[in-house]
């Protein structure tokens, strides 16, 4: 049996303004660029010092030399957040040529966050980091469940260089697989937009224009069946993830033996992850980590205004009531405290698959804390779980034909896990089992198929799959910090 998180029971932190400020988003941007150029261009890079992977199967790295990859644009680095910076290391040998990478995250929390005992393993402080372990622990389970599904949460390679020393800012680092990209940016590769193509007998390319393509509906289930997938697992080990948002779930290379025609969808950032009392248990919610708010289940939402959680109980229907008057039918509503467990996880796998189906990186109606310009949602519409607010989406799908043609049962499906009250959710185990069941003759008959697809094969998605820093390949020379 895979090993399993111990429940967390150190001191709470309120979830208050101060609790977490997001350290490197609110540097000063010199401050911001002298870390990038400090992690990219002076930081020789060593392979992970310490593991937990417990896949029994060994990460080895390439002997040859380690250097931070210039992306195709000539920037570095790879990403940069509110909590730190992403890169990627490639090694070469003497012909420059790439034969291995790894993905670095320098992580640079607040002094409160790293002082935490919640973010870290057995609450040991400067140890584990809670991202590695539960990352680690989640594709143990899935391994356990079903060999090869391991991979569908990013593989954390291990951890290193955690420290603080005042005056100098917290600091560690975790060591991922390399991916495609992320779910955002292959929703937004699906809107409408222009390319370059050959025309036969014309020397130069012309510009056509693409219109918005919904996701094939084959894709929505394959990235359904993923989610489920890992939520039974987090259920198995009594995980909350906590930020399930749609910047989360990355993409690997495809698995030519399962939906081979699309990429891998993987859960990552494994950082605000808590553990239940017990598989099945409950945990406090002063226990939370840091979640975007978008995506954050009613039992979670925390008004920063009022300084309190918004929703404090849950009217639950319980059938085994006795009568409340005699002669009466059995059953009545019971008030529950609002507190986190397993369907907090399956109400952020229904807001995902609500993205992934509106084509939306974040609902638009989830939109009013930070509003865009010219916000078109009205204050009755806008979803939150304060009052007068929509407890519910505006919207299942998008209003054009493509998206008309969804089936029925995988709009039900998402709805299911979208229900107010967590006790009345469907769980991770039948949502599997149902997302298993009715995915099957509505796949686009992808499930099974094999070989190579062409790039404009009708079922294909937009996204680029051409793996930038592949083994074989000469990276990019050029370089200048970003």
């Known amino acids: 049996m895979a090993a399993q998180l111990p429940p967390h029971h150190a001191a709470p932190i ?84 790439i034969l291995d990478r790894v993905v670095v995250k320098q992580t640079i929390p607040s002094i409160a966050s790293y002082h935490d005992p919640n973010n870290w393993a057995r609450f040991q402080v400067g140890g584990e980091p809670m991202e590695s372990l539960v990352a680690n622990i989640i594709a143990g389970q899935l391994w356990e469940n079903n060999h090869g599904d391991e991979k569908l949460v990013a593989e954390c390679f291990g951890w290193g260089d955690c420290q603080y020393q005042p005056p100098n800012l917290p600091q560690y680092k975790l060591y991922y697989e390399y991916l495609l990209g992320n779910l955002p940016e292959c929703i937004k590769a699906q809107w409408r937009t222009s390319k370059l193509v050959r025309r036969p007998g014309r020397q130069r390319r012309t ?41 989360n779930i990355f993409f690997g290379q495809p698995d030519p033996n399962h939906f081979a025609i699309w990429p891998v969808p993987k859960l990552g950032d494994f950082g605000s992850a808590r553990a239940l009392s017990h598989p099945g248990g409950q945990l406090d919610r002063n226990f939370m980590g840091p979640y975007a708010a978008a995506f954050a289940a009613p039992e979670m939402d925390f008004d920063r205004g009022m300084n309190r959680y918004t929703v404090q109980f849950f009217d639950h229907w319980d059938p085994n009531l006795p009568p409340s008057v005699p002669g009466g039918a059995p059953g009545g509503y019971v008030q529950r405290s609002a507190v986190l467990s397993s369907r907090t996880n399956i109400w952020q796998t229904g807001m995902l698959m609500l993205c992934a189906i509106r084509l939306e990186p974040e609902l638009l109606e989830t939109q009013w804390r930070f509003q865009p310009p010219n916000y078109p949602v009205s204050p009755h519409q806008a979803m939150g779980f304060r ?24 709009l039900t499906l998402v709805k299911k896990c979208l229900v107010f009250d967590p006790e009345a959710r469907i769980s991770p185990q039948q949502l ?25 094969h009708p079922q294909a998605l937009r996204m680029s799959l051409t793996d930038k820093y592949k083994v074989g390949k000469k990276p990019h020379k050029p370089r200048k910090v970003a």
């Not at 392979?47 to 937990?52: A, N, V, Y």
């Not at 210039?70 to 730190?84: E, K, L, M, R, V």
């Not at 599997?432 to 404009?456: P, S």
Request: hydrophobic share 35%; charged share 25%.
């Open 432 to 456: 599997l089992q149902e997302v298993q069941n009715k995915m099957v003759g509505r796949d686009g008959d992808m499930m099974t198929a094999r070989g190579r697809f062409a790039h404009n």
């Open 207 to 247: 510009r056509v224009t693409q219109e918005q393509e919904p996701f094939p509906e084959g894709f929505l289930w394959a990235l359904f069946e993923a989610l489920a997938k890992v939520a039974v697992a987090m259920d198995d080990q009594g995980i909350v993830h906590g930020d399930m948002q749609s910047a």
């Open 387 to 410: 009052h007068g607010m929509a407890s519910q989406p505006m919207k299942m799908r998008l209003d054009d034909a493509k998206s008309r043609r969804y089936s029925r049962q995988l």
């Open 14 to 97: 309120q979830p208050d303004d101060t609790r977490d400020p997001d350290t490197f988003g609110d540097l000063l941007d010199g401050v911001r660029n002298w870390l990038v150029q400090r992690f990219t261009q002076t930081w020789a890079f060593v392979t992970p010092p310490d593991t937990s992977m417990i896949i029994p199967r060994p990460r080895t790295y390439a002997q040859g030399t380690w250097l931070p990859a210039p992306q195709s644009h000539d920037t570095i680095p790879f990403a940069a957040g509110n909590n730190g910076i992403v890169h990627v290391w490639v090694c070469v040998d003497r012909n420059n040529k």
